[in-house]
């Protein structure tokens, strides 16, 4: 399961780079311009680590930092040109778990990513929803108990949904994993996909489904335990 990284940098060419390093080294990213924006996305996304420059425009990364600890535990990077030690111990003070300095090397940026999330608790290798287990870690999907016979497509699918419950992903997010980069599969194709997983999922269940629910204009999205299954 890949990890998904957040960069917050309102430099588009450095923002870029450290996107362009942690995708090759297997990262998922998102990126944000300023604190607001920030705040967002790390709510909406959930992502597994932050990189976080202090320069921004409206509120600056020493206080999206200290709103991301007051909201959860999220390991924050800071990345910046500030470089005296006042700095850098207030950005410690502010919650950080690391701080890079400008200029860096992309591929120290990337180890010491690797190192924080070796350091932070892993993600549940196993997401449930009633009575179906996703093994992220086997990757196996049980019903009951029993795995299931899934294509490697079907797997895929269901593998990027479990990776993060509740959130919506659209078609082509879904698509990119499913077929990998530079597919031409439509996105009727998924569906059709997503269709037969859940037959497999929820073989008696009449209509709809519960597990895997459709996110009308978007796309789709594995069901949470704020959903109530």
């Keep these: 399961m890949k990890s998904r990284i957040l960069i917050v940098e309102d430099d ?36 597994d680590l932050v990189v976080l420059d202090v320069m921004l425009p409206g509120a600056d990364g020493f206080e999206v930092c200290r709103t991301l600890r007051q909201s959860g535990s999220t390991p924050v990077i800071m990345l910046t040109a500030r470089a005296v030690e006042e700095d850098k111990l207030r950005g410690l003070d502010s919650g950080a778990d690391d701080y890079v300095t400008k200029p860096f090397s992309p591929r120290e940026l990337v180890a010491r ?17 009633g009575d ?4 992220l870690e086997l990757r ?17 699918v269901i593998e990027a949904l479990a990776s993060a419950p ?8 879904l698509a990119d994993r499913a077929f990998g980069p530079g597919h031409e599969a439509l996105e009727r194709t998924l569906d059709v996909h997503v269709m037969n997983l859940r037959r497999k999922l929820e073989p008696n269940r009449a209509r709809g489904s519960a597990v895997i629910l459709t996110v009308f204009g978007t796309g789709y999205r594995f069901a949470a335990e704020a959903d109530g299954r």
Excluded: N, W
């Excluded at 998102?30 to 924006?37: C, H, K, L, Y």
């Excluded at 179906?132 to 093994?135: F, S």
């Design 140 to 156: 196996q999907v049980r019903r009951a108990g029993a795995t299931l016979s899934l294509t490697g497509t079907e797997f895929r």
């Design 12 to 47: 588009p060419r450095t923002s870029a780079s450290v996107a362009l390093y942690l995708r090759h080294a297997g990262y998922d990213v998102i990126e944000a311009r300023d604190g607001v924006s920030a705040l967002d996305a790390a709510a909406s996304e959930r992502p």
């Design 132 to 135: 179906i287990e996703v093994d």
């Design 166 to 173: 509740g959130r919506a992903f659209t078609r082509a997010e």
């Design 113 to 129: 990513v690797g190192a924080v999330l070796r350091r932070v608790k892993p993600r549940a290798s196993v997401v449930r929803c």
